[in-house]
Antibody
């Protein structure tokens, strides 16, 4: 079955760090863009970061996380990571791993999400 | 980056009513627009792609149209199971993935 499964969420103090994982199964994730999208409590969908796989090797970050979050891939394990440092309370939310095939490709593959709570 | 302006932010309608949600793109995205339904605790579910194409298995009471950079999503006859939040999302120029702010639909 083609799916993405996130893990690594939890409760962390402000200023702390957390690493999220997104494991892909049923397909080779290396040929697709890996995105992280988050949703704060009662809020909308917010794009966080993208790692453009395949031939377009570059990574983009939202202004709100640039310099604090880092996306990386383990191509052998078919896993994408989101390293989150200097966490703030407004980083709280459900983090979704989302796969896409590039501009013009309508279908996104969503994971079920993992909850990150930043609180003292 | 393409910005998506979605309205209204919420609405309340009776069962059987016609419901309309709009999204405006900051510039031309052709037909590269999706509409999603999201219920609490679940990821968004694709309803409409290519501005007006119904995803397989989605009831025909859901529809979408495009006029230039303006997109409209319609529920022709609101049902209790349609209570959810709806989002538009452009895929003409990604990344980044850009979404509308969402419309929360409730039953009056």
């Amino acid at each position: 079955e083609v799916q993405l499964v996130e893990s690594g969420g939890g409760l962390v103090r402000p200023g702390g760090s957390l690493r999220l994982s997104c494991s892909a199964s049923g397909f080779n994730f290396n040929g697709y863009t890996a995105n992280w999208v988050r949703q704060g409590p009662g809020k909308g969908l917010e794009w966080v970061a993208s790692d453009v796989g395949s031939s377009g090797q570059y990574i983009l970050y939202a202004d709100s996380v640039r310099g604090r979050f880092t996306v990386s891939r383990d191509k052998d394990e078919n896993v994408v990571y989101l390293q989150m440092n200097s966490l703030r309370p407004d980083d709280t939310g459900v983090y979704y791993c989302v796969g896409d095939g590039g501009s013009g490709w309508y279908r996104l593959l969503w994971g079920l999400g993992t909850l990150v709570t930043v609180s003292s | 980056d393409v910005q998506m302006t979605q309205s209204p932010s919420s609405l309340s309608a009776a069962v059987g009513d016609r419901v309309t949600i709009t999204c405006q793109a900051s510039h031309d995205i052709s037909n590269y627009l999706n509409w999603y339904q999201q219920k609490p605790g679940t990821p968004p579910k694709l309803l409409i792609y290519g501005a007006s194409n119904l995803e397989t298995g989605v009831p025909s009471r859901f529809s979408g149209t495009r006029s230039g950079t303006d997109f409209t999503f319609t529920i022709s006859s609101l049902q209790p199971e349609d209570v959810a939040t709806y989002y538009c999302q452009q895929y003409d120029n990604i990344p980044p993935l850009t979404f509308g702010a969402g419309t929360k639909v409730e039953i009056k």
